[in-house]
């Protein structure tokens, strides 16, 4: 059948693409599902000893808080993290994703669950190649039957 590879060709480019849009959906979506609009990465400079306030209620009376550094629109901001959590879930050097107010970077939250934006790059790269398989398949049926 002469034909099969250019049918072949045109549905995994027709694949392809559509992969590519719900990749960009995705990470639109993903974007979109975020309180505030900076996003960056911020390194784990410091895990510092904090006194809580209430103390009393609490099983230790201090707890250890990461102390974060990032830059956004050229200056350096350090953080020290909000959460009551004993022991420090972040270790020295730690590399983690911030979500970050623009014009009050003390307003932040962790992204802890990342999974939409890999998810959003998987299909990226599976449209691409499939765009890409179409393209070769065009190229073998070219070579094959009109040359």
Known sequence: MPNSLWIKGIVCIFLGLAADIAGL?????GERQRPYDGYTEAKVVDIIPIERERYAEARFRNRQAAVFEFFSDGKLIKL???EDIYPCPYQLGQRIRICYDRNDPEKYIVIRNDKPRWRATALNILGMVLVLAGVLMFLMYAQRYHL
């Open 25 to 29: 959906i995705l990470k639109i979506y």
């Open 80 to 82: 020290i993290d909000k």
